[in-house]
C-alpha cells in the first residue's frame, strides 16, 4: 500500500471535519486513535449537523452495531490486508446490509426491509475492515420514481440540504442550491465530515453531480469494475457504485478495496484493473497529457458543455484549464458533434408528468427508454432475490403501497414508476432494444470513441456533470474533483457553493484519469470543507 504524501499543515490531532481517510489511517496504524474513538466522534458530529443545528438530513439511519463492530477493530492495525481497519463509513441506502440496518433506498413502502445476504462491495469493504457507520439518505429510488423530485429527498428520509447552503429554501421547502444527483447523503456527509469516506450509486450523473455540488472526489467507474451485487438497480446497463472521498488518493485507495470480480455479476469476468490504483499518482502526470475540452469558440451554437455556464463557472473552468496547461497538459479544443444523438431518435419517451408540485404537471415529460424498461425488470428481480422482512415483491406491490398512503408517500407522485410498470419487465420488447442500441451507437461509437480517437486524447475535459450523460451511456469512467467556487441559483442570489471538473475517458481509464486528477488538485488545492461546521473536540 504507496502511503501519501504528508500534508504540510498536518498535525497530531485528527480534525475530523477535514481530515482525508489517508490520515485518518495513519493515525490508526500509529495508535493515535482507535476505531472505537473515531467511530464515536463521527457520531456526535452526525448528532450536532445532520440530526441538530443546520439539519443537513444526510444520514437516513445508523448502523445499531457500529460501535460493537468498532471495538473488534481497536486492536487491529490497517495493513495490506486490510487497509481499511477502523474506518468508519457510511453506504447508501440502496445498498444491501444483511445486518440490522433496513435497505430502504428512501421508500416508505420499504421502511424495515432488510436483505438476505450482504451486497458484494459491503462484503468488500467489511474484508478490508471497515466500519459500517450507518445508511446515507439519497433521491427515492435513485431518482427514478418521479419527474421532477427534487435531489436528495425521499419519502422515508426527506430532504437533504447542501452544507454549503444549508438554510435557502425555495417553494415547498426544497432547496435551492440542491445536494446533487441520488447520492447526496453519502456527498453531503463526505463534505461535512461525518465519515471518512462514503459509497454512492449511479446510473446517469448521481454520483458526479453530488460530488461537484459539495466539493469532494468520486470515481464513477467502467461498468463492470465494482460488482452490482444487491444493489438496487435502476438500469443494470450504467448502474455502479463508486467512492466518494475528500481527496483524489483517498478515492484511489477505497476504489482498490470495491474494485474485485464477483461471480453473482457476471459483467465482472472482464474487469481490468492495476494491482493499485495510488501508484504512480504524481504532481506531474498531466506533462504531455492531451486533453479535449468540448467547446469551440469558432462552433458556439454546438457549445452545449460549455456554452450556458454563467460567467463564474466560465471564468473557473477557464482557471482551471490554465493550470493544466500549466502542469503541461495539451489542450484539444472541438466541438463533441454527437450531442443531438443523446437525445434520440428512439432513445427517449414521454411519460404524463403527474408530479402534484410540478409547474408542468399534466404535459408529458421526457424519459430514458432504457432506465424504465431495465428498472421494471431489475427491481423485481432485487425484491425476489435479496429483499426479506417486508410484504413488498413487486414493483407493482409499492405503486399499490404508495397510492394506499399518497398523503405521505407521493409528495411528488410516482408517474416513472406508472410508465416502468406497463413493460413487460422481461425486455423482450423490441423498443427496449433499439434504444439502447442507439445509446451506445452514440455515446459509445459516435461520442467517446470516436472523439477520443480522432484526437488521440487522454481525457475528456466536462464542467461539472455536465459530461455524466454520455460516459454512463458508454458505461465509461469519470473522476470528479473539485475546481472552485460559484454562486447563484434559480435567479437568486446565494452564498458560494462548490463547482467540480470530470475528467472522462475510456473503458478501464480509471487509474489514468485518477493520476490526471491528482495533478491537478494538487496544483489548484481548490477543495474547502463547508462554513459552520467546526470540530466538536480534538481526537
Not at 87 to 110: E, F, H, M, R, Y
Request: charged share 20%; net charge positive.
Amino acid at each position: 500500500m504507496n502511503k501519501p504524501p504528508r500534508r504540510a499543515e498536518a498535525s497530531p490531532e485528527l480534525r475530523l471535519e477535514d481530515a482525508p481517510m489517508s490520515d485518518i489511517i495513519a493515525a490508526l496504524a500509529g495508535g493515535r486513535v482507535t476505531a472505537t474513538a473515531l467511530t464515536k466522534a463521527y457520531l456526535a458530529r452526525i448528532a450536532a449537523y445532520d440530526r441538530g443545528g443546520p439539519a443537513l438530513n444526510s444520514v437516513r439511519a445508523l448502523n445499531p452495531d457500529a460501535l460493537a463492530n468498532a471495538a473488534k477493530l481497536d486492536d487491529v492495525k490497517p495493513s495490506a490486508k486490510r487497509p481499511l481497519a477502523g474506518v468508519p463509513i457510511l453506504i447508501k441506502d440502496n445498498i444491501a446490509t444483511s445486518d440490522q440496518q433496513p435497505t430502504t433506498a428512501g421508500s416508505l413502502a420499504l421502511e424495515g426491509a432488510r436483505a438476505k445476504r450482504d451486497a458484494t462491495v459491503v462484503k468488500l469493504l467489511r474484508k478490508a475492515g471497515a466500519v459500517i457507520l450507518g445508511k446515507a439518505n439519497l433521491t427515492e429510488f435513485a431518482n427514478i420514481i418521479a419527474i421532477e423530485m427534487p435531489s436528495g429527498y425521499s419519502s422515508l428520509g426527506g430532504q437533504v440540504k447542501n452544507p454549503f447552503v444549508p438554510s435557502l429554501l425555495g417553494e415547498h421547502g426544497i432547496p435551492v442550491v440542491d445536494p446533487g444527483g441520488s447520492s447526496s447523503g453519502s456527498a453531503v456527509s463526505v463534505a461535512a465530515g461525518l465519515c471518512a469516506a462514503s459509497v454512492g450509486t449511479e446510473t446517469s450523473g448521481s454520483l458526479l453531480h453530488p460530488a461537484s455540488r459539495n466539493g469532494i472526489v468520486t470515481v464513477k467507474p467502467t461498468v463492470g469494475l465494482i460488482s452490482r451485487a444487491g444493489i438496487m438497480p435502476i438500469a443494470h446497463s450504467q448502474d455502479t457504485a463508486g467512492p466518494m472521498t475528500r481527496t483524489v488518493w483517498d478515492a484511489a485507495m477505497l476504489l482498490n478495496v470495491l474494485a474485485a470480480g464477483d461471480p453473482r455479476d457476471p459483467i465482472t469476468e472482464r474487469l481490468r484493473r492495476p494491482v493499485d490504483y495510488t501508484a504512480d499518482l504524481t504532481r506531474d502526470a498531466l506533462k504531455g497529457a492531451r486533453i479535449g475540452v468540448p467547446s469551440d469558440p469558432a462552433d458556439p451554437l454546438n457549445d452545449c458543455y460549455y456554452g450556458k455556464l454563467p460567467p463564474d463557472g466560465t471564468k473557473l473552468m477557464a482557471d482551471a484549464i490554465t493550470v493544466l496547461q500549466d502542469l503541461g497538459a495539451v489542450i484539444v479544443r472541438s466541438s463533441m458533434p454527437t450531442r443531438g444523438w443523446i437525445a434520440g431518435p428512439g432513445v427517449n419517451m414521454a411519460v404524463l408528468n403527474r408530479n402534484p408540485l410540478s409547474r408542468n404537471k399534466g404535459n408529458p415529460g421526457g424519459a430514458p427508454i432504457v432506465f424504465l424498461y431495465e428498472l421494471k425488470h431489475g427491481l423485481n428481480l432485487y425484491l425476489k432475490e435479496w429483499a426479506t422482512n417486508t410484504g413488498i415483491k413487486t414493483m407493482a406491490d409499492i405503486i399499490a403501497f404508495n397510492a394506499a398512503n399518497a398523503k405521505e408517500a407521493l409528495r411528488f407522485g410516482q408517474d416513472l414508476f406508472l410508465a416502468a410498470d406497463l413493460t413487460r419487465g422481461d425486455l423482450s420488447e423490441r423498443e427496449y432494444k433499439s434504444a439502447r442500441a442507439m445509446d451506445l451507437l452514440a455515446a459509445r461509437t459516435h461520442g467517446m470513441d470516436a472523439y477520443m480517437v480522432n484526437h488521440k486524447l487522454d481525457a475528456v475535459l466536462f464542467p461539472g456533470a455536465t459530461g455524466a450523460a454520455i460516459a454512463a451511456k458508454a458505461g465509461y469512467p469519470s473522476v470528479m474533483v473539485p475546481s472552485g467556487f460559484v454562486s447563484g441559483a434559480d435567479g437568486k442570489e446565494t452564498p458560494d457553493y462548490p463547482l467540480g471538473l470530470t475528467f472522462a475517458g475510456r473503458a478501464w481509464s480509471e487509474h489514468k484519469l485518477l493520476r490526471l486528477a491528482y495533478a491537478y488538485e494538487q496544483a489548484s488545492q481548490m477543495r474547502k470543507p463547508p462554513p459552520g461546521l467546526p470540530a466538536l473536540a480534538q481526537i
